[in-house]
């Protein structure tokens, strides 16, 4: 692989369901990110790790959890889904340490809470 | 707080024609900026980004620059093509994890 996965592509969820949202990237880099996009908002920061290990709370982490056991992967998990949760979710990440320090993305995970 | 806007929200253009696009923000105390490309249903891609300390970043067709004082970024997209339709987006980080996203300026470049 090259760049950033996620997976699933897309899923429906009935609501109070557990769902975990996988991202994991190839880049070696430190830094991770979770953004939600919904219409006329914006991407809007869920949670970040600035290396592996560590983690914190973004713009809208409420329902929302995050761990980072290793570099590579960052998975998103909504311990309960509510259909507010709906919208499409974007993993990032970025290497620290450089100038070179642009974010990238992943391909998006099109969620529906029903 | 940092706000970022982007104006205006949808662009229709005729192919050729050089545009720009404008992207303010509200506190100058940034580490970059970067601007960004997404088309329907996809995830963004990265088209440029500028440090604080820079004032203009370009690839190909390209131009990014920045005005800190001002609070101001414009993208410069030469001789436009249709494959330029797509929804740009520019994101001010403001500190170690904080990235501040416009909702982007939609672009239409009719053949």
């Known amino acids: 692989i090259a760049g950033i996965t996620q997976a699933p592509t897309s899923q429906i969820l009935a609501a109070g369901r557990r769902m975990t949202l996988r991202c994991t990237q190839d880049m070696r880099h430190n830094a991770m990110y979770w953004y939600r996009q919904d219409l006329g908002l914006g991407l809007r920061l869920i949670h970040y790790s600035n290396t592996a290990g560590t983690t914190g709370k973004g713009e809208v982490p409420d329902g929302y959890s995050v761990s980072r056991a290793n570099t590579d992967d960052f998975p998103l998990t909504l311990a309960s889904a509510v259909p507010s949760q709906t919208s499409v979710y974007f993993c990032?990440?970025?290497?620290?340490?450089?100038?070179?320090?642009?974010?990238?993305f992943g391909p998006g995970t099109r969620l529906t809470v029903l | 707080k940092q706000e970022v806007t982007q104006i205006p929200a949808a662009l229709s253009v005729p192919e050729g024609e050089n545009l720009v696009l404008n992207c303010s923000f509200t506190?100058?105390?940034?580490?970059?900026l970067q601007w960004f490309r997404q088309d329907p249903g996809k995830g963004l891609t990265s088209l440029l980004l500028i440090q604080s300390s820079q004032r203009e970043q370009t690839s190909g067709r390209l131009n990014a620059s920045l005005d800190k004082s001002s609070g101001r970024s414009t993208l410069y997209i030469a001789a436009s093509q249709p494959g330029d339709s797509a929804t740009y987006l520019c994101a001010v980080r403001s500190g170690t994890y904080k990235y501040i996203f416009g909702t982007g300026t939609r672009l239409k470049v009719l053949a």
């Open positions: 990032a990440s970025r290497p620290t340490g450089t100038s070179f320090d642009e974010q990238f």
């Open positions: 506190d100058s105390a940034i580490y970059n």
